[in-house]
């Protein structure tokens, strides 16, 4: 048995998802989308899932955009508030996100983490606050090169997995992404031995569920390596930043495989 085809059968089909961060208005964004799916065909989606997560400015164009072509791309947040509504200056919920056709929402990325002070609690609230909204949460886990270097990456990885999930009852709606901070926009990655192993660090975390959850890996992903990070039976997709804001570059990532 080939191991995708082992993934297939544990039910984690690949997901790879651009993160596009800060970058993009909403008419670059319907560009992008639909450039890229000019260059991605069905025997693609049957094989890959693939998402965009552009910024709240862009989801509304997004969202047309996909529904319009109909295509089976899936729309993504790169973050949401905890609370359904109230008096939170700025804020976006998770319901309003989801009456936008969002799928999925990334909660605790390590840019959130680091320059606007989220931590694991709040993580988990965002988290809850995804699935109440019947979305689906991309938790983002990973350690910083000081953590690393000191040998403790598979404690501080077990710890951010265990906040995250506190309080969820069913795991496998949720999708986690290990994404090493040293390796987010440097060019720099862990060998694919090494993500891999954190990876089975983070499903060992997560109990009975480790083996039906998805877990992708993020961090200086690019077309010349993600067949390598692929080829690993853990490692289910990629979470890309830089090289998914080019419509041929997200494009020649997501077909890996071909
Ligand atoms: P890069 O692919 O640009 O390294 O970013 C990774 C990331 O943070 C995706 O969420």
Not at 52 to 71: C, M, N, Y
Not at 195 to 206: E, K, M, S
Request: hydrophobic share 45%; net charge negative.
């Amino acid at each position: 048995m080939t191991e995708s085809q082992e993934k297939l059968d544990e039910g984690r089909k690949d997901l790879i998802i651009g993160n596009w961060k800060m970058h993009h208005t909403h008419l670059e964004a319907i560009q992008v989308i639909q450039k890229l799916s000019y260059r991605l065909d069905l025997a693609d989606y049957e094989r890959v899932d693939v998402g965009v997560a552009p910024p709240f400015t862009a989801l509304r164009s997004g969202q047309t955009v996909i529904e319009a072509d109909r295509l089976p791309i899936h729309l993504g947040a790169q973050d949401t508030h905890f609370a359904e509504s109230g008096a939170f200056t700025g804020e976006i919920s998770a319901p309003m996100l989801a009456k936008l056709s969002v799928r999925f929402v990334i909660v605790g990325h390590s840019e959130r983490r680091e320059h606007f002070g989220e931590d694991d609690a709040l993580v988990n609230q965002k988290a809850k606050a995804v699935l109440a909204a019947g979305m689906t949460p991309v938790v983002c886990v990973g350690e910083t090169l000081e953590i690393r270097e000191s040998g403790d990456t598979n404690e501080w990885v077990t710890g951010q997995v265990a906040g995250a999930i506190k309080g969820i009852e069913d795991l496998s709606k949720l999708v986690f992404a290990y994404e090493p901070i040293w390796a987010i926009g440097t060019g720099r990655t862990p060998s694919t031995d090494d993500a891999a192993g954190v990876i089975d660090v983070i499903r060992a975390a997560l109990g009975d569920a480790g083996d039906v959850v998805r877990v992708l890996y993020g961090g200086s992903v690019n077309a010349g390596n993600i067949a390598d990070f692929m080829a690993k039976r853990t490692i289910d997709g990629a979470l890309v930043g830089g090289a998914s804001l080019d419509p041929d570059s997200f494009a020649s990532i997501v077909r890996y495989w071909v």
